[in-house]
Each structure stands twice: as structure tokens, then as C-alpha cells.
């Protein structure tokens, strides 16, 4: 099985940073990296697939990076409403899997 | 738009059975891969298991695999879950998702529907 690591597992942020957020795989997943973002009782919704796509409808805040087994998430200015939990996930074999999330919290 | 609705959590005891819905709508469901995600109280996303649009290839995580079965039915538009033999580990919020195109993300996911496995 493919295992994806997050890091860093949470950060403190303040409204207008530039936040970069990691995921490694165990193996090379080609481009098949995704991420989600998550708020609080609610479902998670689609940012980025294949790694740099950005998802309909996602600010263009929001951008992606990488391939084979190291990939980068980054909000270039982080606003209110981005504050939530992000998980990475591939789609490149299965069990397709998830990584364990990064928490992004107010400074 | 798309819509994804799940129903059928609730409490059940260990051993028990259940089974999960979700209907969707908003797009041509016979089109798509689904999947059933969870996610344990305060814990992360784990994937559980996906099928093909044409219900001819399933896919299950290991520790689910021989007691849930997902299933779906393209005249009623819905994705089932059946759950058996189920432990206080498989609680959850249970959600259903579709997967897209050729990168097979997630880009529509349901409210989810939880399951609490206790005594």
C-alpha cells in the first residue's frame, strides 16, 4: 500500500501569509496526488488534482506542485475562510489513501 | 447540480449489520466510479472501498474487506454499503463520493452519515 506523509501535521498562520503545506509518498504516484480541504462538521471539498489542476470554482490562491513522490501544496495569501484541515490523497493504486492531514490554524 | 445524499447510519451493536444509501443526483450517475469514505471521531479521511461505473470492479481497504460490501443500482441512482460483522473501529461518519475523470479525484462528496458501533 501506498502511504502519504503530511507535514507538518498543524501550523499557526496569520491572515496574508504564504503557507506550504507537504506530502510524500512511499513510492512514485506519477501525478495522482489530490487535495482536499476540510472545515469542521462538514464534508471535504476538492482544491487541486493530478497534482497542479485546480478544481472549478477554487480561488487561485490555492496552487499545487510536484510528481513521482513529493508534492507541494501552497495558499500563496492565506485568507479567513482557509483556515480548515487539508489532506493529500492518491489515486494512483489501490487502496487509495489518504494522508493524515494538516491543520491550519489562526496565529 | 450534483447532489450526493446519504441515509442509514445510526447505532448498532457489535456483530450487527447495517446498510448505507446514498442517492445521487445532477448527473448522469451510470457515468461515474463512486466511493465510501469515512472518517472516526477527530480522527483523518480512510478510503473503504470504490466501484466502477458498471458495478463490474470493486475495491475494498483491508480491514473492511469480506464484511462490507458496496453495491449500486443505476435505475434508482444510488450507492449502497452493506456493512456486517461490524466492529467499534468502523465507527464513523460514513460519506459517499464521486470520483472524476481520468484522476479519479473526489470532486463531489455527500454530507456523510454516521455509524456508532456500540454496546
Known amino acids: 500500500d501506498i502511504q502519504l506523509t503530511q507535514s507538518p501535521s498543524s501550523l499557526s498562520a496569520s491572515v496574508g501569509d504564504r503557507v506550504t503545506i507537504t506530502c510524500r509518498a512511499t513510492q512514485s504516484i506519477s501525478t495522482y496526488l489530490n487535495w482536499y480541504q476540510q472545515k469542521p462538521g462538514k464534508a471535504p471539498k476538492l482544491l487541486i488534482y493530478v497534482a497542479s489542476s485546480l478544481h472549478s470554482g477554487v480561488p487561485s490562491r490555492f496552487s499545487g506542485s510536484g510528481s513521482g513522490t513529493d508534492f507541494t501544496l501552497t495558499i500563496s495569501s492565506l485568507q479567513p475562510e482557509d483556515f480548515a484541515t487539508y489532506y493529500c490523497?492518491?489515486?494512483?493504486?489501490?487502496?487509495?489513501?489518504f494522508g493524515g492531514g494538516t491543520k491550519v490554524e489562526i496565529k | 447540480e450534483v447532489q450526493l445524499v446519504e441515509s442509514g447510519g445510526g447505532l448498532v451493536q457489535p456483530g450487527g449489520s447495517l446498510r448505507l444509501s446514498c442517492a445521487a443526483s445532477?448527473?448522469?450517475?451510470?457515468?461515474?466510479?463512486m466511493s465510501w469514505v469515512r472518517q472516526a471521531p477527530g480522527k483523518g479521511l480512510e478510503w473503504v472501498a470504490n466501484?466502477?461505473?458498471?458495478?463490474?470492479?470493486?475495491h475494498y481497504v483491508d480491514s473492511v474487506e469480506g464484511r462490507f460490501t458496496i453495491s449500486r443500482d443505476k435505475a434508482k441512482k444510488s450507492l449502497y454499503l452493506q456493512m456486517n460483522s461490524l466492529r467499534a473501529e468502523d465507527t464513523a461518519v460514513y460519506y459517499c463520493?464521486?470520483?472524476?475523470?481520468?484522476?479519479?479525484?473526489?470532486?463531489?462528496w455527500g454530507q456523510g452519515t454516521l455509524v456508532s458501533v456500540s454496546s
Open positions: 466501484i466502477k461505473h458498471d458495478g463490474s470492479e470493486k
Open positions: 490523497q492518491q489515486t494512483y493504486s489501490s487502496p487509495l489513501t
Open positions: 463520493a464521486r470520483a472524476t475523470g481520468y484522476s479519479y479525484a473526489f470532486d463531489s
Open positions: 445532477g448527473f448522469i450517475f451510470s457515468d461515474y466510479w
